[in-house]
């Protein structure tokens, strides 16, 4: 029998059902996975008595038959959630000792479901990253490593330690956000699924801002399958967030059929770059010839503005930071600086964001003050937002004219060492979110699927992009990519 | 653009980051390269083309102005780094 915790959220809640496993001999399994997992640096915070008491009270209710899809499944929270009770720092120093007086939303619709926290999960400090390298923990270490190599590789960013963890089988599934490839670059580097929803169908109260025009959370897992059954969980309107979707929520796993004859999948050429490796346009190509195979039709089509993308994300970003962010001043919570005598409140809120928040945080809120500050505001803002509704219509275009889904590569690269980056332009660093920050900016929803390793052994992840809403339709495109890619390769364990 | 030391002071200023005197330099080059890299949006043609500002074309809703969780001075105050007689203490502000 495999360990328990190397299970699918899927075949979990099966046996769950089927009284074959208890939710405590899960939760039993994979706390000590987490506890035997510190080389990995995934977990900042760990719950494993919580997770032992969440576990026998889903126990009591799937005993009484009364035992919702995420009941008695372990999962692992990324630091951005707040959790009553539990610690929560955004991986930043200037939020040490925060612990929330409230839940998120997300995660109190888990817990109502009789899910299962194993703790708290690494990430790059406010979610500012792509290598989990900007965390005030340390970064999280992917469990894989390139072939005949033990040079330590990042797990992607910012939800560095939710791939690491749901890739090492430290939980069955993690939630992630997204606010320019947060979820679906991390889940590229370690062969998991990651999906970014339609923004506005998951509620953001609770979840630790970022850009909030950006920001969307999201499930991160071992399979499409369990994608659809945690985002179906965590979705829905909630009054606490005026931008969340009132809607119903459709039944995500009922729309896996694998069945996509006829659908329309479009190839966007803008994405296809000048020095893109050869690895990945093979791979995109095949992935294209997988879902030709499988009855849809593949339509080039083009997306004029995607160079436009990563400019105006880096204008739009920083400035909703440098907004969401003011609030860490050393009055409310976390972390004040010490002051000298003769000094007042004007030298305690400058000391206390310089000592509290590291460098690339520092570095972004400078540069959204500056692009909204008088006489910039209309050169860089402002143009950047219109930029933006350009960027939206041509996606708009292309699904008016028939297409369904959107295929790309996820990444430009394989997962990189960590500090490989450290002495390259920061510029560099934001290149890893070429492919995913349009969806960002448009608002849709889009799914990275493991597809194929690369020549030294490592995964590689393909992008799907949908319409907004339509994420049943999406998954279930995304269903018969994971189906004909057949990937099933995981890390060796070294830690 | 370029940006000099005395624009890289400010934009540590509007920030509320205290930033040392010597690091100014290194600042304001950072920040030019970021702005630089920008500087590609002056590429688009942006006339006539209205500002995103929702993401979602929807109405936002709106409630009955009443209070909906009150009485919870304590959990507001619990994370404070001082906090004294029911308020947030900070340093003098006014002499």
Not at chain 1, 191 to 202: C, E, H, N
Not at chain 1, 317 to 345: F, H, M, T
Request: hydrophobic share 40%.
């Amino acid at each position: 029998m495999t360990d328990l915790n190397n299970l699918t959220l899927a075949d979990a809640r099966d046996k769950l059902r089927a009284k074959e496993v208890s939710a405590v001999e899960l939760a039993t399994a994979c706390n000590a996975a987490v506890a035997d997992s510190d080389a990995l640096n995934a977990y900042c915070l760990k719950t494993p008595e919580l997770a032992l008491e969440q576990a026998a009270a889903a126990d009591t209710r799937i005993a009484a038959e009364d035992a919702p899809d995420m009941c008695g499944i372990p999962l692992g929270i990324k630091d951005l959630f707040c959790t009553k009770g539990v610690g929560t720092q955004a991986a930043s120093k200037i939020l040490t000792g925060f612990t929330p007086e409230y839940e998120s939303t997300v995660t109190g619709k888990l817990w109502d479901a009789g899910a299962v926290m194993l703790g708290k999960l690494n990430m790059d400090e406010f979610a500012m990253g792509s290598s989990n390298e900007t965390s005030t923990y340390g970064p999280a270490v992917s469990p894989w490593r390139r072939d005949g190599s033990d040079a330590a590789l990042t797990p992607g960013g910012s939800s560095g330690g939710s791939a690491a963890a749901v890739s090492a089988d430290l939980c069955l599934a993690a939630t992630g956000t997204d606010t320019g490839g947060s979820i679906r670059q991390p889940a590229a580097f370690t062969g998991i699924v990651g999906m970014k929803p339609t923004y506005g169908r998951v509620s953001r109260w609770g979840v630790v801002a970022f850009a909030s025009s950006l920001d969307q959370a999201g499930p991160m897992t071992k399979t499409v399958r369990d994608a659809a059954i945690f985002l179906k969980c965590i979705s829905g309107h909630d009054p606490k967030d005026s931008t969340s979707f009132d809607a119903p929520v459709p039944d995500f796993e009922a729309a896996l059929s694998g069945n996509i004859k006829g659908k329309k999948i479009g190839i966007p050429k803008e994405y296809r770059q000048d020095g893109m490796s050869t690895e990945i346009e093979s791979l995109w190509n095949k992935g294209a010839e997988m879902l030709r195979d499988a009855g849809a039709e593949i339509v080039d089509i083009s997306l004029p503005h995607t160079k436009y993308a990563l400019p105006a994300y880096y204008v739009l970003a920083p400035a909703e930071a440098s907004s969401n962010l003011a609030r860490y001043d050393g009055v409310r919570y976390g972390y004040r600086a010490k002051l000298q005598a003769g000094e007042g409140i004007h030298e305690m809120y400058a000391r206390t964001r310089a000592e509290g928040f590291g460098p690339e945080v520092r570095k972004r809120l400078m540069v959204g003050a500056y692009v909204l500050s008088a006489g910039f505001y209309d050169a860089y803002y402002r143009r950047a937002q219109r930029v933006r509704t350009l960027i939206k219509q041509d996606f708009e275009n292309v699904y008016a004219d028939g297409v369904d889904a959107i295929l790309t590569p996820a990444t430009p690269s394989a997962a990189f060492g960590l500090g490989e980056m450290a002495s390259a332009d920061p510029i560099q660093m934001y290149l890893n979110d070429v492919f995913t920050v349009t969806v960002n900016l448009a608002g849709l929803p889009a799914i990275s699927v493991p597809a194929g390793l690369d020549a030294q052994g490592l995964p590689l992840g393909l992008q799907l992009i949908g319409k907004p809403w339509e994420e049943g339709d999406l998954l279930n495109t995304a269903y018969s990519l994971e189906r004909a890619a057949g990937f099933v390769s995981k890390a060796d364990k070294w830690w | 653009m370029s940006i000099d030391k005395d624009t890289a002071r400010r934009a540590a200023h509007l920030a509320r980051i205290e930033v040392a005197e010597e690091e100014l330099d290194h600042l304001a080059q950072e920040l030019s390269g970021i702005l630089d890299f920008m500087e590609q949006l002056n590429e688009v043609d942006v006339e006539g083309v209205e500002p995103m500002t929702s993401v979602t074309p929807m109405r936002l809703k709106r409630r009955v102005d009443v209070v909906t969780e009150g009485d919870i001075q304590e959990k507001i105050l619990a994370n404070a780094p001082d906090a004294r007689e029911g308020f947030f203490a900070v340093p003098k502000v006014v002499e």
